[in-house]
């Protein structure tokens, strides 16, 4: 056997510097040889591509992020890093994604949202717009993480897995993975508990800092949260997640209650009663689609020995802990969007080994949640003409949260099975109330046309069933007769809020603040 030094091979270039010029030519053509393999032009895709295929499917894996990569690794993504990623999917899957930004943090981050569907740019007539919102704690971005990998699971599972390409060909689901980029970035990945990275680059709690339902919010909005309500005023959407970490539980509405007592405030995180919406069965059902659906949720095991266990793994928001200022109850209260707020890790922001493991604890129920948007009912309102009629109010009785119909008409409400009554509302035409019934199997198809208002010369306007109402309110100029719509949303006839005895302001404000910002820094 011939040992090689770097001596001998240094001897070796003497004899090929000796010889011929022609020879030396040859020598190192040879050397430089192409492959055996078929010769061709291949650019990166062609290479990744190449690559992909012959890889081993068990394999795991690479710790490495590579922002070109085809599969998204199991680690936290800076905010950097996740815009590649969101980038490169757009560019790869232009039939299935949109990408754009509802507006920039304190910081001029992005706040980035995908669309996956396969109509991703425009809104098509029929598809409800539904949405998942993560982050919206800096210091808890395992929902960030997960919603980076249902995006990845969606475009690369279409054409193989049926129920996706179904849902994807009748939603236009909208993902925002992080509405607090500048908390995340001062984020310290293993830390379970506490608020640092919590707040947004000013210090504010961003699901603190929306409009309340029962309660004066006198906290300055903030260019996130700003974001969030303007984004939500120009998209009619159905049905929503908000991603938090901190607890195992899916949280609905109400996050907060009618009591104004300032003794109240103080106590009432410890001594907390349900406040149940109009729509309580709905959203319970809700929460258990998705707790049922997760690997650990439904069993309401408690995180910790000092934490309450939630049965079936879901909880009222108020029954937990009241807070003033939520997102869920703003969407719901503000716009008929029936959102619940996913708390789906204990630990704040857990190692990033434990990733894979969250992911396949929620990857089917965050699917199955947002099919939930084909449940109930579903139709158009319509002038006689068969005209779409525009920001018509619709409220199902019994029901006194309402919701408005989009541009083209439309309009969805998630119900359970059972007989109903929906009345709808529009500025120059007759309101009208139409019965219906709600089955398990599929939702029910509900067109209601609206006539315009009658008037008669002489007498005036004419209200429903001819009855005249010249003289009172309703009547428009010329006494075309023009109902007085319902309040298209709930209000309380007294605010609670109302008077020098809020719980907003003082000392008991004060307590009762730093109370629930403690119990929220430890559970959520």
Known sequence: MILRTPLAAGHQLLLLLRLPAVLLLLCLLLVLR?????????NPGDQMQHHQVAAEPGLPEP???????????????????LTRFLRATSARYPNLTALYSIGK????????????????????????????VGN????????????????????????????VKWLLDNTRIHILPTMNPDGYAVSKEGTCDGGQGRYNARGFDLNRNFPDYFKQNN???????????????KIQFVLSGSLHGGALVASYPYDNTPNSSPLGAVFQTYSAAPSLTPDDDVF??????????????????ACKSATPAFENGITNGAAWYPLTGGMQDYNYVWYGCMEITLEISCCKFPPAY?????WEDNQLSLIKFLAEAHRGVQGFVFDPAGMPIERASIKIKGRDVGFQTTK????????????????????????????????????????????????????????????????????????????????????????PYAGAASSDSGIFSTISNGLNSLYSNIFG
């Not at 192409?34 to 291949?42: E, F, G, I, N, Y």
């Not at 059902?285 to 309401?300: D, E, F, I, P, T």
């Open 34 to 42: 192409p492959c055996s393999c078929d010769a061709k032009t291949v």
């Open 63 to 81: 710790r490495a992020y590579m922002p070109d990569a085809q599969h998204l690794d199991f680690v936290y993504h800076d905010h950097e890093e």
């Open 105 to 132: 943090s304190i910081q001029g981050r992005d706040l980035w949202v995908m669309v996956v569907s396969s109509s991703p740019y425009e809104h098509m007539v029929g598809k409800p717009d539904v949405k998942y």
């Open 136 to 163: 919206i704690h800096g210091n808890e971005p395992v929902g960030r993480e997960m919603l980076l990998h249902l995006i990845q699971y969606f475009v690369t599972s279409y054409n193989s897995d049926q129920y």
């Open 219 to 233: 906290k300055r909005g903030q260019p996130e949260t700003d974001s969030v309500k303007d984004w939500i005023s």
């Open 284 to 301: 319970k059902h809700l929460s258990l689609v998705y707790a049922r659906n997760h690997a650990k949720m439904s069993r309401g095991v």
């Open 354 to 358: 434990e990733l894979k493991k969250y």
């Open 408 to 495: 083209y008409g439309e309009f969805w409400r998630i119900l359970l099975p059972g007989y109903y009554k929906v009345e709808v509302f529009a500025e120059g035409f007759a309101p009208r109330e139409v019965e219906f019934v709600i089955v398990e199997q599929h939702p029910t198809l509900l067109n209601v046309t609206l006539q315009p208002s009658k008037r008669i010369e002489g007498i005036g306007a004419m209200g429903p069933g001819g009855v005249p109402v010249g003289g009172v309110a309703g009547v428009g100029p010329g006494g075309l007769y023009r109902p007085i719509p319902a309040p298209q949303h709930y209000r309380p006839p007294v605010p």
